[in-house]
């Protein structure tokens, strides 16, 4: 169904009035749970707030399994999520081969096309027409263009199957296990920690750093996280940490290699060893190549961008009260964190020829720890640093409570995370029961990036889902990308970097799309959901989707779209997912 040029202007302007105001659903009863601290909130309120909040939205039949198990209970299992796979979940993850390979399988089985084309014996233009051939054959009456699979087929040797598979399982993933928390911060983290698979070898090591680096961190240490990261192969590239040296030690070592190239050089010219070259399958001139290349990537002194950014975007923020001489002494004391081939086998290595003896002075403390331990002692001081609580704790606060977290809040979490080490379960408790992340200034007043839209739009319709990818399209189209944000900053999680007219016209025709069973291997039953139409179908779809919460505004905006055409399921159903209630959570 598309919408008329008169309708589409005039919810649009109604929605971008709408979402940039404070939720306010007057009217509905005041009421505290038992079971947790004050709340200003009904019950079925709060629960629907925490579904919201805790996880990516509610499914059917959540709100009344909440119900039985108490909502006390419900975030005690949220918080401490059992470490063991989940049946459901892994067998739809079964089919995305590269989720369980590490960077250096990823990098030997999906290599650039010139790599793969030499790999399978052909020239490049070759191996270009052999992959168009068979996207081709995936496009063949009877075939399935959007499917996992035919992707997959179509990317089979390309290095784009591996962050295309990691996006399917993360989507796979927010949709259909039960530690909705844990797959939030996984996502939290992941942004905060930001790589860019757009960046050289980083999209092979990606499945790696969020497998092996994050996800098993979401809820422990804040300073073991912090290390995970510092000494990851996909942090150490991105940030070209991995090129960082003392000045001094790198200039020796390049007149070292340059010494012993040319020596080789001066070898490979006598015809005699060229000719032995060639008869062990080594071309001469792919020598030469290789050993410039290896020169341009010889580290020619300290780099700040990892160390500029582990101190305003990891830990202490922009304002955490660091100094350009600070960055410097960082730099300094990562010099020789490093990687071995990033190309081949991209492992982490410390490399003390390359590193800076000298002491360093951080903060106003003098470290001279020695060696790879300098850079860990830099980490231990700014994961315990004031700064660093404060910055941490506004960030999930914005994330979890308000785009603009109250002062009060932000102290409670931030003296929470000094006197519990840095225990991010503990910041988190502190979070959830305090009174703010309960106030009705909170309930349904942060919109929904892209990714958590899409999600919770599958989750709450109950769609049958065979493949993923159309709704990562979607993702992409509303404007978040999975795993593509180029800025070390990562997506913003504040209201004001995703409500423009342009993305909140793709989020109505998303709900309309998904309602009307317009993506294939995604599967929504609108008529089951809606149950019989004869009577009031608005306000069943507004029951079902926004459990009856909704502004008298946006219920006689959605009143007058449907006077305009006939009100079945699929239409009723798009409309309400497109809505500004259900566009905040």
């Not at 796979?85 to 995305?96: D, F, K, M, N, W």
């Not at 035919?150 to 990317?155: L, P, V």
């Not at 000298?358 to 700064?387: C, F, Q």
């Not at 703010?436 to 007043?445: D, H, I, M, V």
Request: glycine fraction near 6%.
């Amino acid at each position: 169904m598309k919408l008329s040029s008169r309708t589409t202007s005039l919810l649009t302007a109604f929605l971008i009035a709408v979402m940039v105001l404070p939720a306010d659903l007057p009217g509905q009863k005041r009421t505290s749970l038992s079971t947790v601290a004050t709340r200003e909130l009904s019950s079925d309120q709060a629960i629907v707030h925490a579904l919201n909040r805790l996880g990516f939205g509610p499914r059917p039949g959540d709100l009344e399994r909440v119900r039985q198990v108490g909502l006390a209970k419900y975030i005690d299992q949220q918080l401490s999520p059992s470490s063991d796979p989940e049946p459901a979940v892994q067998a739809r993850l079964e089919r995305y081969k590269t989720l369980d390979m590490s960077t250096r399988e990823l990098l030997k089985e999906y290599p650039q096309p010139k790599q793969a084309a030499k790999k399978a014996g052909m020239t490049p233009e070759e191996y270009r027409k052999r992959m168009e051939e068979r996207k081709m054959q995936d496009r063949r009456p009877g075939g399935d263009p959007d499917g996992d699979q035919a992707m997959m087929r179509a990317a089979a040797n390309g290095p784009q199957r591996v962050v295309a598979e990691l996006s399917l399982a993360k989507l796979t993933r927010a949709v259909y296990s039960e530690r909705q928390l844990q797959e939030v911060m996984v996502d939290f983290w992941f942004n905060h920690f930001n790589v860019f698979a757009g960046k050289g070898p980083d999209r092979w090591m990606l499945t790696e750093y969020e497998r092996d680096v994050i996800r098993p961190r979401t809820m422990g240490k804040f300073r073991d996280l912090l290390g995970a990261t510092a000494s990851s192969s996909a942090m150490l590239f991105y940030l070209d940490n991995w090129m960082s040296a003392d000045p001094v030690a790198a200039a020796k070592m390049s007149g070292e290699l340059e010494q012993r190239r040319e020596m080789m050089l001066a070898r490979m010219n006598d015809p005699r060893q060229q000719e032995r070259m060639r008869r062990n399958g080594r071309d001469p001139q792919e020598a030469r190549k290789k050993m410039e290349f290896a020169k341009q990537r010889m580290p020619k002194g300290l780099n700040e961008n990892y160390a500029r950014e582990l101190m305003e975007l990891h830990t202490l923020g922009v304002d955490g009260g660091y100094t350009q001489k600070d960055v410097l002494e960082v730099a300094r004391a990562f010099t020789g964190w490093t990687l071995r081939a990033p190309r081949q086998t991209a492992d982490f290595f410390f490399d003390d020829r390359l590193h800076d003896t000298g002491a360093k002075t951080v903060l106003g403390k003098t470290i001279n720890a020695g060696g790879m331990k300098d850079g860990e002692a830099v980490l231990d001081l700014l994961a315990r640093h004031p700064s660093t609580a404060r910055f941490i704790s506004t960030k999930l606060a914005r994330r979890f409570v308000t785009d603009d977290p109250p002062k009060a809040l932000v102290d409670r979490m931030a003296k929470s995370f000094l006197a519990s080490d840095g225990d991010i379960r503990t910041v988190l408790r502190t979070m959830i029961e305090s009174p703010e992340f309960w106030s009705r200034e909170t309930y349904r007043a942060k919109i929904k990036r892209p990714f958590e839209l899409v999600a919770s739009a599958v989750r709450v319709t109950g769609a049958d889902l065979d493949s993923p990818l159309p709704l990562l399209q979607w993702t992409d189209r509303i404007g978040e990308p999975l795993y593509r944000c180029q800025p070390p900053t990562g997506y913003s999680d504040k209201a004001e970097a995703w409500v423009n007219t342009g993305t909140l016209l793709n989020r109505m025709n998303f709900g309309l799309a998904l309602a009307g069973n317009r993506m294939r291997g995604v599967r929504v039953d609108a008529a089951s959901l809606l149950g019989s139409m004869s009577d009031d179908p608005l306000a069943q779809a507004i029951q079902v989707f926004l459990a009856g919460q909704v502004s008298p505004e946006t219920r006689a905006s959605l009143e007058k779209q449907l006077a305009e055409q006939k009100p079945v399921p699929e239409v009723v159903a798009g409309l309400v997912l497109g809505s500004p209630e259900f566009q905040r959570r």
